[in-house]
C-alpha cells in the first residue's frame, strides 16, 4: 500500500518534470532564452581579498548590480571550487591568477544557466608564452580537450585587460573555444540557445554581399578569417570589449552574439 503510494507519486513527479521541460522548450523556441537563468538555495560567498581582486581589476564585475554580483560571487565561488589550478616553469598560482581566469569563464557564462563547464577540469599557467610538443610551436593560450585542460600564458592574459577596448583578450578568446565545445557535449536549455545562436550566424553570412562588407570593414581583426572556430571567438572579445561599436556597425550580428550569450544586462 505504501509502495504503492510512492510510486504513485515518483509517477505524477516524473510527468511534471517532463511537462516543465516541454513547456521550456516551447519557449525557448519562441524568445530565444531560458525561463530563468539565476536560481540558488544557497549562494556561496568569496573571500574579501577577492572581492577585492575583482572590483579593483574586473571592469565587468562593476557594472553588475548589487544582486548580480551575489550571483557572480556565488558562481566564481563554485567555479574556483570546481577546477584545479597549477603553474608551470616554477610559477606560483595567486589568487589573483584564480579570480581573474575563473571570473573570465564567469563572465561569458553569466547569463547561462549552466556556467558549470563540464568538459575543463584543470588551468596550467605558464608565466609566458610557452612550447607546445603537440603542435611543435609557441602558444600563448589553448585548450587540450583530451586532458579538460585549458594552458594560457599569464603574462598574455594579462595584456588582454590591460587595454579593454583593444578586441584583443587571450582569456575571452580561450573560454570561448571552451565553450563551443561544452556546448556540443552538454545539451543543456542554455547550450542549445548558444549552438543554435552560432547556426543563425553561419546562415547570415552565406550572404556574400554582408560577408564582404564585414571583412572590408576591419572591425574583426584578420584572425576572425581563420575558421569558424576562431571567428566566433574574436566576435565574442569584440562583443565583450566594444559592444557600442559593433552594434553600431552590425547589429543584426551583435543582436545574434546578444541571443547566444542571454546579455540582457551590463548595458549590453
Known amino acids: 500500500m505504501v509502495f504503492g503510494k510512492f510510486l504513485a507519486i515518483a509517477i505524477i513527479l516524473i510527468i511534471i518534470y517532463y511537462l516543465v521541460k516541454s513547456a521550456e522548450t516551447l519557449y525557448v523556441i519562441k524568445f530565444k532564452k531560458p525561463i530563468y537563468t539565476h536560481f ?10 577577492s572581492i ?18 551575489t550571483f557572480f560571487q556565488h558562481r566564481l565561488a ?27 569563464a564567469i563572465m561569458l557564462t553569466f547569463g547561462m544557466r549552466n556556467y558549470y563547464l563540464g568538459i575543463l577540469d584543470r588551468v596550467i599557467i605558464y608565466p609566458n608564452t ?40 587571450l582569456g575571452i578568446h580561450e573560454f570561448t573555444h571552451i565553450l563551443q565545445l561544452n556546448s556540443k557535449k552538454f545539451r543543456d536549455v542554455s547550450a542549445s540557445i548558444f549552438s543554435d545562436g552560432y547556426t543563425e550566424i553561419e546562415q547570415i553570412l552565406k550572404d556574400d554581399l554582408y560577408r564582404n562588407n564585414l571583412m572590408a570593414s576591419d572591425y ?49
Open 130 to 169: 610557452y612550447y607546445s610538443n603537440i603542435t611543435a610551436a609557441y602558444h600563448k593560450g589553448e585548450f587540450n580537450p583530451r586532458l579538460k585542460a585549458l594552458v594560457i600564458s599569464w603574462k598574455d592574459f594579462k595584456e588582454g585587460y590591460a587595454d579593454t577596448t583593444d578586441n584583443l583578450n
Open 52 to 69: 577585492t581582486i575583482l572590483e579593483n581589476q574586473f571592469e565587468f564585475y562593476g557594472l553588475l548590480n548589487t544582486s548580480q554580483k
Open 40 to 49: 540558488y538555495l544557497f549562494k556561496k560567498k568569496l573571500p574579501e581579498s
Open 78 to 104: 563554485t567555479f574556483l571550487a570546481d577546477k584545479e589550478f597549477f603553474g608551470r616553469e616554477d610559477l606560483e598560482v595567486t589568487e589573483e591568477m584564480k579570480v581573474l581566469i575563473g571570473a573570465t
Open 220 to 268: 574583426f581583426r584578420n584572425y576572425a578569417y581563420t575558421n569558424k572556430y576562431e571567428f566566433l571567438a574574436v566576435l565574442i572579445e569584440n562583443f565583450i570589449e566594444t559592444p557600442k561599436d559593433f552594434k553600431m556597425n552590425f547589429p543584426q550580428l551583435y543582436s545574434k552574439v546578444r541571443q547566444m550569450l542571454n546579455y540582457n544586462f551590463a548595458g549590453y
